[in-house]
């Protein structure tokens, strides 16, 4: 139902950018939010940025507010979610991956893993410094 894939391979220096995009075919709820969470060695999952058809809310974690951007494009029954993703720094290094929570959801906070419906495969990005 979903899969992520980053765009341009994963690898990239400090200050790059790329794009990593979320295809989520068959995606036919009126009502759902996309998040990308990421997770670093040894750390916990994190959500970085989400994207709601509920109310158009869209919300950025701290640490990537000014540097990431969340779009989608929804057609045809076919829904893709990119996160743009600027300044790479080295923290930024993680496995990316995409969510997908149905129903009334509004982007803030910290979005719960748990709280998704379905996940996409992770995608690994590592800047180098």
């Known amino acids: 139902l979903m899969s992520a894939a980053g765009v341009w391979g994963g690898l990239v220096q400090a200050g790059g950018s790329l794009r990593l995009s979320c295809a989520a075919s068959?995606?036919?709820?009126?009502?759902?939010?996309i998040v990308w969470f990421r997770q670093a060695p040894g750390k916990e999952r994190e959500g970085v940025s989400c994207?709601?058809?509920?109310?158009?809310?869209?919300?950025?974690t701290d640490s990537v507010k000014g540097r990431f951007t969340i779009s989608s494009d929804n057609a045809k029954n076919k829904l893709t979610v990119y996160l743009e993703v600027n300044s790479l720094k080295p923290e930024d290094t993680a496995v990316y991956y995409c969510?997908?929570?149905?129903?009334?959801?509004?982007?803030?906070?910290?979005?719960?893993?748990?709280?998704?419906?379905?996940w996409g495969k992770g995608t690994l990005v590592t800047v180098s410094s």
């Open positions: 969510a997908g929570a149905t129903g009334y959801y509004h982007c803030s906070g910290r979005p719960r893993p748990d709280g998704m419906d379905y």
């Open positions: 994207i709601s058809s509920s109310d158009g809310s869209m919300h950025y």
């Open positions: 068959g995606f036919t709820f009126d009502d759902y939010a």
